[in-house]
């Protein structure tokens, strides 16, 4: 199979919703010698963005929103652990990520976070579902430098401007950057609730994290 067929293969796993495929096609492409990053980027992200539009169009509903991100899952699940390689380097900053409270989207939090890790980042992750709370309670534990927060949903954008209000009333504002992300959540956004940083996807999320911590990019 070409490389083209492969990513079209595993994005069609994704739109059709069938975990078991999608998770042969991602261990074929590895055993391929496939860059696990390119079957993410050109494969499962093109599947689930168009499972989302099949959906705002109203021709998919609920269960199959579910099923293409449990393929999309279940193929990440094979490609990330490739992703992150070894884990004996400089850790550039230590980030608390996690979903905020009310929002169940966990898929491009987890990608952010595997990417973080794969570049050098120590990466405390706290789920999905998280109150502003138990960020604050992370940053402290983990001691970090910086925070992400994701939110997919415009009804919990709102949750990232308490995490950085939580962060001041503990004290804790200056210590860490804080980066929002997240399909609805644009730069004007992150301007206007005060987080150092705004990133559309995962590989510029990293770009963004090194800028924030000033490492070379
Ligand atoms: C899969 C999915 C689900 C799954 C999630 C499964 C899971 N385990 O995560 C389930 C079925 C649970 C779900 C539920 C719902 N969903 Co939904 N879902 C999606 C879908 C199709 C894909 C999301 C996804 O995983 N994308 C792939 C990842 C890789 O992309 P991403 O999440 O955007 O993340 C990238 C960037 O945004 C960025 N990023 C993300 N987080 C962060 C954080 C930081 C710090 C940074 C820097 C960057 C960053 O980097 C990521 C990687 O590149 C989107 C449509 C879409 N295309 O976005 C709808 C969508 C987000 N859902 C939507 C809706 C309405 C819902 C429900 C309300 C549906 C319902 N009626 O119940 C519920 C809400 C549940 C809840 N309380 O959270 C709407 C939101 C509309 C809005 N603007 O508010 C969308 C946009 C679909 C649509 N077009 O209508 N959903």
Redesign the pocket.
């Given at each position: 199979m070409s490389r083209e067929e492969l990513f079209d293969r595993l994005a069609q796993a994704v739109i059709e919703g069938e975990p078991e495929d999608a998770e042969e096609l991602a261990r074929e492409a590895l055993a391929q010698g496939l860059d696990p990053l390119a079957c993410?980027n050109e494969g499962?992200?093109p599947g689930?963005?168009r499972?989302?539009?099949l959906?705002?169009s109203g021709e998919y509903f609920?269960p199959d929103?579910?099923i293409?991100?449990?393929a999309?899952?279940a193929a990440l699940a094979i490609l990330e652990p490739a992703l992150t390689g070894d884990q004996e380097r400089q850790v550039l900053g230590r980030v608390v990520?996690g979903?905020v409270e009310?929002?169940?989207?966990?898929?491009?939090?987890?990608?952010?976070g595997t990417?973080l890790t794969a570049n050098g980042f120590s990466v405390t992750d706290i789920g999905?579902?998280r109150p502003a709370a138990d960020f604050v309670a992370a940053v402290k534990e983990a001691n970090a430098t910086l925070?992400?927060?994701?939110?997919?949903?415009?009804?919990?954008m709102l949750q990232q401007q308490k995490i950085i209000e939580a962060l001041q009333e503990a004290g804790l504002r200056d210590q860490v950057k804080v980066?929002?992300?997240?399909?609805?959540?644009t730069q004007s956004w992150a301007d206007k609730i005060g987080a150092d940083?705004?990133?559309?996807?995962?590989?510029?999320?990293v770009a963004?994290?090194r800028r924030l911590v000033s490492a070379p990019t």
């Open positions: 993410i499962l992200t689930i963005d499972v989302g539009e959906f705002a609920l929103l579910i293409g991100g449990e999309m899952k990520l979903t009310g929002d169940l989207h966990e898929i491009g939090k987890t990608l952010v990417m999905i579902d925070v992400g927060a994701s939110a997919l949903l415009t009804t919990t980066m929002v992300g997240g399909a609805p959540v940083g705004y990133a559309e996807d995962a590989v510029s999320a963004l994290a």
